[in-house]
């Protein structure tokens, strides 16, 4: 097994220094990823984030290299040159490489793309829970791009780890929204509640199977806003992402949640159906 990397038309070294220093990605952060989990040899749920891929790329006008055809050819040839059946694959595609200026040039844009094993969930923490941080969302209003600019996600994750907790769970306006890098679910009476997909949050694909899911489950789902005592006085809490898949909550700053959690344990055991093959 190796990790791969790919740049622009060609596999490279992954320790190559191949972006240059007028690539605006680098300058400005203009560009979008996607983060594909492998199992088993297999990119779980890839349409989906070729989906999410060319709506990002169209809310900021961003014209995709290759066709989609091309870049599943690049994940496929990648993933057969790695020989890793438990990745991660994380893909950027940029504006391109021009002289600064602000506006847009007239370039082609650039393709990157990283394939290594994925990163494992301690046993403890998907046993026990994780705790979280509570911080102001300080992001932009558009946050349902899944663009490069994640400054303000990048701060409220070290703050999160700087108080020995796992993730941040974001406040704007009193109102919940996500995680710094992870969508949030509460449970509370049997109803599964998660804020709405609106351009305050980022349209996570696990959030969005996970909802699939409790409804496949008969859980009657509220896609609605909650305020931080509502966080607080759940039954159950979790946060969604497909590095994390589902993961409990245990402590939210000084609130502690219900050790039990047979809602979230279900739809986890549900989940992991989806690629158990």
Excluded at 188 to 212: C, D, E, S, W
């Amino acid at each position: 097994m190796k990790e791969v990397a790919f740049y622009n038309d060609n596999f490279v070294d992954i320790n190559d220094n191949v972006i240059p220093i007028q690539e605006r990605g680098h300058q400005f952060g203009d560009g979008v990823y996607e983060v594909i989990r492998v199992y088993y040899g297999k990119p779980f749920l890839l349409k989906e984030h070729l989906d999410r891929l060319e709506r990002s790329a169209s809310a900021i006008e961003l014209k995709l290299p290759f066709p989609r055809t091309k870049i599943i050819e690049i994940i496929e040839e990648g993933l057969k040159r790695s020989n890793i059946s438990e990745a991660e694959i994380y893909f950027q595609i940029t504006r391109g490489i021009a002289p600064r200026q602000h506006h847009f040039p007239n370039i082609s844009s650039t393709f990157s793309m990283t394939i290594r094993s994925a990163k494992k969930v301690d046993d403890q923490e998907r046993k026990e829970g994780i705790n979280v941080l509570l911080l102001d969302d300080v992001r932009w209003l558009n946050c349902y791009i899944k663009s490069l600019n994640l400054l303000p996600n990048v701060m409220a994750k070290q703050k999160a780890i700087a108080n020995q907790c796992r993730e941040a769970i974001l406040v704007r306006n009193g109102i919940v929204t996500e995680g710094s890098s992870s969508n949030v679910f509460v449970f509370k009476n049997g109803i599964l509640y998660t804020h709405p997909a609106t351009n305050r949050i980022l349209h996570g694909i696990t959030r969005a199977k996970v909802i699939q899911l409790a409804k496949q489950q008969n859980i009657n789902v509220k896609e609605q806003e909650f305020d931080v005592q509502f966080l607080q006085s759940a039954n159950e809490v979790f946060i969604t992402s497909t590095s994390v898949e589902l993961l409990p909550v245990k402590k939210i700053n000084d609130a502690r949640l219900p050790i039990d959690r047979p809602k979230t344990n279900k739809l986890y055991e549900e989940y992991k159906k989806l690629y158990t093959y």
